[in-house]
């Protein structure tokens, strides 16, 4: 009898864990070997060939592609974000789009607060200072920085991650706020959080961290204007989405001293040009956007988007489904 065809998968980078090796066993696989992203038109002549993609958030999914991809019928990207995919475009292809939420939240909160804690209490700068050499004595003034235990921290986003942060905050004795765009009673009262307007978050936080997806609405959701309404001193943590945040702008609140300092583990662009001003800014702690990256979250990052991506093969809703 005759075997049924294997649909062509073609996968953007090696994955960890053992999902590819489940993926191989149900289809004719391609994976990019590379350690950068698939050039565009590797992309274009591999969407063109293929039945499945397996994507990270390094690759651009746009209407131009899917017109050129017309076996296409099963996306599946491995993270929660999935700004660099033209959703819309997908669904009106009728292609369904997976995405991995979750698994990461624990994980992607856990490195929000060790940025947080790291840019307050001056970690990296101290590590530095160590290793050139410029310790000398313990000295009254040292790399003096800020409390973390008392102060107030401005959730923007209160889906899961940013509840997650919040967890770990009230163990820390912080006071919270949030703006959502729906309140969560629920976890004020459980978690002792207040729900504000944009304005008096900024304006009452010693520390804001960004919980909020990319899009339309919130692209520059930190602008100038509200950089300039964060408390004096304030401190910045992002590991949403770079251009959550007008990074010209921020640039500029650092250099002339208003804000205190900023953690980012997402940059606009990824990675940062090299004459980026972020690099020589000493009150900038920065990460190469890797808040999910533990070997266990990320093997599971892996698995779910492989259950996503054999689902939708199979003509099955992917069980993490991001079409509305
Ligand atoms: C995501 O999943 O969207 C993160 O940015 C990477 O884990």
């Not at 599946?76 to 939240?105: E, H, K, W």
């Not at 729906?182 to 960004?210: I, M, Q, W």
């Not at 010209?248 to 090299?274: C, I, K, Q, S, Y």
């Not at 009150?283 to 266990?296: E, F, R």
């Amino acid at each position: 009898m005759e075997r049924p065809r294997r649909p062509r998968v073609f996968v953007t980078r090696q994955l960890p864990g053992d999902g590819l090796a489940r993926l191989a066993a149900q289809v004719s696989l391609r994976v990019w070997e590379e350690q950068l992203p698939p050039p565009r038109e590797v992309l274009l002549d591999e969407a063109r060939r293929s039945e499945g993609l397996l994507t990270l958030l390094t690759d651009r999914l746009d209407e131009p592609l899917l017109a050129q991809a017309p076996s296409l019928r099963a996306i599946s990207n491995m993270a929660v974000g999935y700004d660099n995919i033209d959703v819309a475009a997908c669904t009106a292809r009728r292609i369904p789009v997976g995405n991995t939420p979750g698994v990461l939240t624990e994980t992607t909160a856990d490195f929000a607060f060790a940025l947080l804690m790291g840019l307050a209490r001056r970690v990296a700068e101290a590590d530095a200072y160590v290793r050139a050499g410029n310790w000398r004595t313990w000295e009254p003034g040292l790399l003096l920085g800020s409390d973390v235990h008392g102060a107030t921290l401005g959730l923007v986003g209160l889906g899961a991650i940013g509840e997650a942060v919040a967890r770990r905050a009230r163990g820390f004795g912080m006071r919270l706020l949030y703006v959502n765009r729906r309140p969560r009673p629920d976890l004020e009262v459980e978690l002792g959080l207040t729900r504000v307007d944009k304005a008096t978050l900024l304006a009452e936080s010693d520390f804001v961290s960004l919980h909020v997806p990319l899009n339309a609405e919130t692209r520059h959701w930190m602008g100038r204007a509200e950089l300039a309404a964060m408390k004096p001193g304030a401190l910045l943590v992002n590991t949403a989405r770079g251009p959550v945040v007008d990074q010209a702008a921020l640039v500029e609140a650092l250099a002339r001293g208003h804000l205190g300092g900023a953690a980012l583990d997402v940059t606009d662009p990824e990675p940062l040009p090299p004459d980026s001003a972020l690099l020589n800014l000493p009150n900038v702690l920065l990460a190469p956007h890797i808040a999910s990256a533990s070997h266990a979250t990320r093997g599971r990052m892996a698995s779910m988007a492989v259950d996503n991506l054999l689902a939708a093969l199979e003509g099955r809703k992917p069980p993490h489904c991001v079409n509305p």
